[in-house]
């Protein structure tokens, strides 16, 4: 277990940096609002996540020839996304989670029905944002120069590009995608030990492909869509994503075995609910070779992108030594 | 207190059958989802709604030169987010409602946890089908000659007029219109009699304009933007939509309080959850006098559209005479 190498830390750290002012500005200049449903939004958007989908986005786009400050909208509404589904998915109802990242979650600190709705305001908003993609300019921090430097088509994906760009989001991201992946997961729910363990196998390869790798798939496919890339780009980095999505979630579940609780904030919640995990159903070491094959098949699908892809293949090797 | 008048009778059965079956049709041939998750949506989408809203949409397109194949996908998307609010406004943590027009609720039916997922699913479905209004053909009904006269522009919305619909709809639907009012609307619980009264009754505008008038208003105005109208043409649907929209709230809180519980399926609750409303602040007598002042508003708006605009015009009137 490690935590990032100085290289790679040095680049989330650029690119969150402004998907974090982003997400503040966003959400703090609108004034017309409830506060409470604000309030929300932000507790659990800046709750202490990672980042990992919008810095995702950007190091797609970028990869293509382009900058942050083309996808910046599109990479906040992944973020977006993200965390309205952590905060659906700690409900009662649901994982019923007290804790995410060591803190109380969205729903113990404003209520249940501020916590659906704060959810319910930020995918809402996800997708407003994705359609203003189009003609946002680069208001956040990208140097005047680079600017003029650019043509304008080239700042501003295309209407057609940000339109593909929703639909591969609203597909990763639904019940084709995500939300169905967190129906199987809960169908799941105390199956693994007593159940046909080849059923469960099926099962937990589809909650995890459905649950984590779509959306993480759709931010590689978008940075690629937005940028207007070719297709061949596009579906290198969708596989890329597809396979770093899978072995993040088997990381996850590796993590919420033996991962360090202070770093993580809710380990063994999974244990707790009996959930069918990874480690559970074949075992910590079975889980970790899984994981370092499609992290080489991550890196197998960078080839074409040479030096500019250097991120995403520190990131998939990171993906599966991180520490939290 | 009437039933629909004939002619909008048989303007809405066209209208909305095909939505109806656009809707059935959407979600049937997609196999991959779960099916508790499938049945959960379709459960609610076909619980009797009046589809209001996705007719709305399709009555502003006519209005402007279009027919309904051009935006049916759109129209679809907004019945599947206003569908997503019932279940979620149903919730336990939220309004607690057992009944939704007579029927058991998506949760008593599927439990919280599918009701809570079902919505999300819906709403993010929603923004796939309008990504995909751009280039979807007319394959629900439109009779063959009719779309080889129509030139391929004029039968497909552009690019950037779906993605101007996608903007419009998700900030009618989010936390500065429909999100942003249902929270208004949870912290206007139980003031209405004690508090303040001109601050209850500012907030209680807020609530219907943002909770109900915002997405109607959004409704009409994206079937002017999906048919590429003038700025004018888009300013006055939007205009009718906002009278017709705080009209349809208010005659809801009076057919809440003297409705018939059986058309209505759940008279009462708001009196139960002691909600604040347009009856509980100004009296019955005063809330229609309101209503109607706002449709003949609405009448106004329309003016310039002369004969096409006939079935809103019905609408509004209807709107504050129906029963149910």
Chains 1, 2 share one sequence.
């Not at 409830?34 to 932000?42: D, G, I, Q, T």
Request: with cysteine; hydrophobic share 40%.
């Amino acid at each position: 277990m490690t935590t990032m190498p100085s290289g790679l830390a040095s680049y989330f750290e650029t690119r969150s940096r402004k998907v974090e002012k982003a997400l503040d500005s966003l959400l703090s200049r609108r004034s017309e609002e409830p506060n409470s449903l604000r309030e929300a939004m932000r507790y659990s958007l800046f709750a202490g996540g990672k980042r990992l989908r919008p810095v995702l986005v950007i190091a797609a786009a970028e990869c293509c020839g382009g900058m942050a400050d083309q996808v910046l909208f599109t990479a906040c509404a992944v973020e977006m996304i993200h965390t309205y589904s952590l905060i659906h998915d700690d409900l009662p109802a649901m994982d019923n989670d007290d804790l995410r990242r060591g803190k109380p979650t969205c729903h113990k600190v404003f209520g249940e029905a501020i916590a659906i709705l704060a959810g319910d305001g930020l995918l809402t908003l996800a997708f407003e944002l994705m359609a203003q993609q189009a003609k946002v300019s680069s208001k956040f921090d990208a140097p005047k120069s680079k600017i003029q430097n650019l043509k304008s088509k080239i700042l501003h994906p295309s209407p057609s590009d940000c339109i593909e760009a929703i639909r591969v989001i609203s597909s990763g991201a639904g019940i084709h995608g995500m939300v169905g992946g967190q129906v199987e997961d809960l169908k799941a729910e105390g199956i693994h030990i007593n159940g046909n363990r080849q059923e469960a196998q099926k099962l937990l390869e589809r909650i995890h492909r459905h649950k984590t790798a779509a959306l993480i798939s759709s931010c590689l496919e978008v940075g690629a869509v937005l940028m207007g890339a070719s297709s061949k780009a596009r579906a290198a980095l969708k596989s890329y994503g597809q396979s770093i999505g899978l072995a993040f979630q088997i990381a996850d579940d590796i993590l919420d075995v033996i991962g360090d609780k202070k770093k993580m904030g809710k380990r063994g919640s999974d244990t707790k609910n009996k959930k069918l995990t990874y480690t559970a159903l074949h075992g910590i070491e079975a889980a970790r070779a899984q994981a370092t094959l499609l992290v080489q098949k991550a890196h197998q699908a960078l080839k074409s992108f040479g030096e500019k892809a250097a991120p995403l293949h520190d990131l998939a090797e990171y993906i599966i030594t991180r520490d939290r």
